[in-house]
C-alpha cells in the first residue's frame, strides 16, 4: 500500500508492520481502520497524532560488538507528530500528549524508542558511547508536555549484531491511557555497623530478584552522601562474592568488606552500595543501553569511633 502525504489518524488506526533486515532496512505498513480522532471527548483529554508516512526510511548510525543502531524516519518529515489536548495536564501545566504503544518485539531487537525528530539522538553518544535510553514498552504511557519537549519524533532501532534478520511484528499506538501495571524489578538490604578508625567493618548486602528472569548482578560502592567533613575516602571496599546470579524470587547475599583508615574523621558516614545488572541480549530490553530492568541499591549507616 502506497500512500503520500501526511497520514491521520482519522484515516489509520496505527497498527506498524515493522521488519528489520541486515542491510538496515525497516518497512512500516499502515492498514487503514477507524480511530478515536473524530471523538472529541478523548482528543479533549489525551490529544491525538499523525504519521508522517506509511514507510519509513533507516540509516544505520552506530555500530558496536554487540549490536548495530538504526535512525527511522520518513522521507520528508518526522515519523510521528504529536497534537496536544485541548485541556491543561496539571495545574498551571501546558498541554501534553499522552499516548501508548501495544505491540511484541521480535528475537533480534533489543531496543525501540522515539527521539526528537531532527535531533542525534540514536544513540546519544555525548560521552563517546551508548548511553542508556528506556525503550518504548507494551502499553506503558508516554507524556509528551508541549514546552520544553519536541512534538515531532522519530523512532530509533536498536538490533542484536548477530540477529541478521528480524521477524515483523505491529505496533498499534493509541492516543489515551495503556493502564500497564508495572512488575518485577529488584530489592536490597544492607547491614550496618560500628568500627573503630583503622579497622575493617564487615556488611551484609542482599538483593531479591522479583523478575521473572534470571538476573546477574555485579556488586560495587556507590555515592557516599554522609560524612563528618566531606572526607569520605575509605581504604578499600570489597564484596565477596563480587557478583551473583538470581534465580526468579530468588535472594543472594554478598559479605561487604569496609576498609577504614586511621586518617578519617570519626563520625557517622552514610554509604551506599549497589547491584548492577549484566545484560545479556537474551531478550527486549536486555542491553546495557537500552535497559528494560535495572539494578538496585541500599544505604548502609557506619559509624567510626575513635
Not at 497524532?49 to 535512525?71: E, I, K
Not at 497534537?83 to 498551571?92: E, F, H, K, Q, V
Not at 548482578?217 to 565477596?240: D, E, H, Q, R, W
Request: with cysteine.
Amino acid at each position: 500500500m502506497t500512500l503520500r502525504g501526511l497520514v491521520t489518524r482519522k484515516e489509520l488506526i496505527g497498527a506498524l508492520v515493522i521488519v528489520v533486515w541486515a542491510e538496515s532496512v525497516l518497512l512500516v505498513t499502515v492498514p487503514a481502520s477507524t480511530s478515536l480522532a473524530p471523538y472529541l471527548y478523548p482528543r479533549y483529554l489525551f490529544g491525538d497524532f499523525t504519521y508522517g508516512c506509511p514507510s519509513v526510511q533507516a540509516t544505520t548510525t552506530f555500530n558496536d560488538s554487540l549490536a548495530r543502531w538504526l535512525a527511522l524516519s520518513c522521507p520528508n518529515g518526522p515519523a510521528l507528530s504529536l497534537i496536544p489536548s485541548t485541556r491543561l495536564c496539571g495545574y498551571r501545566e501546558p498541554t501534553c500528549t499522552t499516548i501508548y504503544p501495544v505491540f511484541t518485539a521480535p528475537p533480534g531487537l533489543m531496543g525501540l524508542y522515539l527521539y526528537p525528530h531532527g535531533y542525534h539522538g540514536c544513540p546519544d553518544m555525548s560521552l563517546g558511547y551508548p548511553l542508556g535510553m528506556d525503550p518504548l514498552e507494551n502499553r506503558s504511557d508516554l507524556i509528551y508536555y508541549h514546552i520544553d519537549q519536541p512534538t515531532t519524533l522519530d523512532y530509533c532501532a536498536v538490533v542484536k549484531q548477530t540477529q541478521h534478520q528480524t521477524e515483523g511484528f505491529t505496533m498499534k499506538w493509541t492516543a489515551g491511557t495503556g493502564q500497564q501495571q508495572h512488575t518485577g524489578g529488584m530489592t536490597a538490604s544492607v547491614t550496618n555497623a560500628t568500627v573503630t578508625m583503622g579497622r575493617n567493618a564487615t556488611l551484609t548486602f542482599q538483593v531479591t530478584n522479583h523478575n521473572t528472569f534470571d538476573v546477574t548482578v555485579n556488586f560495587a560502592k556507590g555515592m557516599t552522601f554522609l560524612t563528618p567533613n566531606y572526607n569520605s575516602t575509605f581504604t578499600a571496599v570489597n564484596f565477596n562474592p563480587p557478583n551473583a546470579t538470581l534465580k526468579p524470587g530468588s535472594t543472594s547475599s554478598t559479605i561487604v568488606t569496609i576498609q577504614t583508615s586511621p586518617r578519617q574523621v570519626p563520625g557517622n558516614y552514610e554509604l551506599e552500595l549497589d547491584a548492577h545488572p549484566v545484560y545479556t541480549l537474551r531478550f527486549y530490553g536486555d542491553y546495557s543501553a537500552t535497559p528494560s530492568y535495572t539494578g538496585t541499591w541500599a544505604l548502609t549507616y557506619l559509624k567510626l569511633t575513635l
